[in-house]
């Protein structure tokens, strides 16, 4: 009862409706990109006579993933978010542009490394984003991501099917993913517009609401700004003690830079025990977590490559729906579906679902013997028109 009262309470909540929207939106656009490469993949591969390389393009989509979380982490906290979003719109314009364009598989790669780049740094500075905001609102951002997987695979379908019937021709769907990429570049748009337009953040912590008075560890020396209050060794962050600094010098004028870099290096050594002491404790706090998440992306790219791999050659890159694709439709429905579901439905012993993940991964493997798998997902498929 005490947590529906206060979802009640959460959702009454000036801007909440609009933001919900606008992450949902904002999860979206962000997302739409790299579903579109992944439920491309085996046609990217093909395109470029190299079938067997279907691993290569999921691994090429995830490898920057590590490198542009750590950089926003560590690097660009005194970087505005809007900043931010602007750079990593600008760069998924240019990742769909050189997929739709390349000429090369080695420059299709290079394309996909700066989608999947696109996308995870977009995701990192949304869920940093979202700590200003009511708690709920992650459920939207979850929800924006999962359909996106399902809008791009369902895209992809359909508009395959459109270029079988009005070409005639099987071979013309090679052609498709260059009409994909360029008509998911409204999405750079709307990403701008959510996070601009859309999005209200609450007033108490808009960027130019004014600092909380700043207290500078006993460790920077303070002969230089005798006005300001000293507080036990390891008090305050680093960026509040530049804070400090930055607006005493606007009032007095006469602060000499060397002497405040001076100040800012002393600070951040006397301070690096502990910075180091928070990140220990805060990876103890989330290892668990994390390890439960690496273990789901790994499986599941096992699963989706495997999708390349359970069928005879031939019967890919062809029909309406193809094959390729309509696996990956399937495998978004549920990905909407879980993410969706955090609203509703709470897993706290997310182990158990790696376990029956686990289990899904074997038997895709041996998929290629059973093929029971894919035969009912194809039929599922096969009635979306229908439904639609």
């Given at each position: 009862?005490?947590?529906?009262?206060?979802e009640?309470a959460?959702r009454?909540?000036?801007n909440?409706?609009?933001?919900?929207?606008?992450?949902f939106?904002?999860?979206l656009a962000?997302?739409?990109?790299?579903?579109?490469?992944?439920?491309?993949?085996?046609?990217?591969?093909?395109?470029f006579?190299?079938?067997?390389?279907?691993a290569?393009?999921?691994?090429?989509?995830?490898?920057a993933?590590?490198i542009?979380?750590a950089?926003?982490?560590?690097?660009?906290?005194?970087?505005?978010?809007?900043?931010?979003i602007?750079?990593n719109s600008?760069?998924?314009?240019?990742?769909l542009?050189?997929?739709?364009?390349?000429?090369?598989?080695i420059?299709?790669?290079?394309a996909i490394?700066?989608?999947?780049?696109?996308?995870a740094?977009?995701?990192n500075?949304?869920?940093g984003?979202?700590?200003?905001f009511d708690?709920?609102?992650?459920?939207?951002?979850?929800?924006?991501?999962?359909?996106a997987?399902?809008?791009?695979?369902?895209?992809?379908?359909l508009?395959g099917?459109?270029?079988?019937?009005?070409?005639?021709k099987?071979?013309?769907?090679?052609?498709?993913?260059?009409w994909a990429?360029?008509?998911?570049?409204p999405?750079?748009?709307?990403y701008?517009?959510?996070?601009?337009?859309?999005?209200?953040?609450?007033a108490?912590?808009?960027?130019?609401?004014?600092?909380?008075?700043?207290a500078v560890?006993?460790?920077?020396?303070?002969t230089?700004?005798p006005n300001i209050?000293?507080?036990?060794?390891?008090?305050?962050?680093l960026?509040?003690?530049?804070a400090?600094?930055?607006?005493?010098?606007?009032?007095?004028g006469?602060?000499?830079?060397?002497?405040?870099?001076q100040s800012?290096w002393?600070?951040f050594?006397?301070?690096?025990?502990?910075r180091?002491?928070?990140?220990k404790?805060?990876l103890?706090?989330?290892?668990?977590l994390?390890?439960?998440?690496g273990?789901?992306?790994?499986?599941?790219?096992?699963i989706?490559?495997?999708?390349a791999?359970?069928r005879?050659?031939?019967?890919?890159d062809?029909g309406?729906?193809e094959?390729y694709a309509s696996?990956?439709l399937?495998?978004?429905?549920?990905?909407?579906t879980?993410r969706?579901s955090?609203?509703?439905l709470?897993?706290?012993k997310?182990?158990?679902?790696?376990?029956?993940?686990?289990?899904n991964?074997?038997?895709?493997?041996?998929?290629?013997?059973?093929q029971?798998?894919i035969?009912?997902?194809?039929?599922?498929?096969?009635?979306?028109?229908?439904?639609l």
């Amino acid at each position: 009862m005490e947590d529906s009262g206060e979802e009640s309470a959460s959702r009454s909540s000036p801007n909440f409706r609009r933001n919900w929207f606008g992450f949902f939106i904002l999860g979206l656009a962000n997302t739409l990109p790299y579903a579109i490469v992944s439920t491309a993949a085996n046609t990217i591969a093909d395109s470029f006579d190299k079938g067997r390389f279907v691993a290569t393009v999921y691994g090429a989509g995830g490898s920057a993933t590590i490198i542009v979380k750590a950089v926003n982490t560590f690097f660009l906290t005194n970087v505005s978010y809007g900043s931010r979003i602007l750079v990593n719109s600008a760069l998924m314009l240019i990742g769909l542009a050189g997929l739709a364009f390349a000429n090369s598989f080695i420059l299709a790669i290079f394309a996909i490394v700066l989608v999947g780049a696109v996308n995870a740094f977009g995701e990192n500075v949304a869920l940093g984003y979202l700590a200003r905001f009511d708690g709920k609102l992650v459920n939207a951002w979850s929800s924006g991501t999962g359909m996106a997987g399902l809008a791009g695979a369902a895209m992809y379908v359909l508009f395959g099917c459109l270029i079988e019937s009005v070409n005639g021709k099987e071979d013309e769907l090679q052609k498709l993913d260059r009409w994909a990429f360029m008509l998911v570049i409204p999405a750079a748009i709307a990403y701008l517009i959510a996070f601009f337009q859309i999005i209200r953040e609450p007033a108490s912590t808009h960027p130019y609401h004014p600092p909380a008075p700043v207290a500078v560890p006993q460790a920077l020396p303070t002969t230089l700004y005798p006005n300001i209050q000293q507080d036990s060794k390891d008090s305050r962050p680093l960026l509040q003690c530049t804070a400090a600094i930055v607006q005493r010098t606007n009032e007095a004028g006469s602060t000499n830079e060397v002497e405040i870099r001076q100040s800012r290096w002393s600070h951040f050594i006397h301070s690096l025990p502990t910075r180091l002491k928070r990140y220990k404790t805060c990876l103890g706090l989330v290892a668990l977590l994390a390890i439960n998440l690496g273990a789901s992306q790994f499986l599941s790219y096992v699963i989706r490559t495997a999708g390349a791999q359970a069928r005879h050659s031939a019967e890919y890159d062809k029909g309406c729906p193809e094959l390729y694709a309509s696996l990956q439709l399937c495998f978004q429905a549920g990905v909407f579906t879980s993410r969706s579901s955090v609203q509703i439905l709470r897993i706290r012993k997310v182990a158990v679902l790696n376990i029956l993940q686990g289990i899904n991964m074997i038997v895709w493997i041996l998929n290629q013997q059973v093929q029971i798998t894919i035969k009912m997902c194809t039929i599922f498929i096969n009635l979306l028109p229908i439904a639609l």
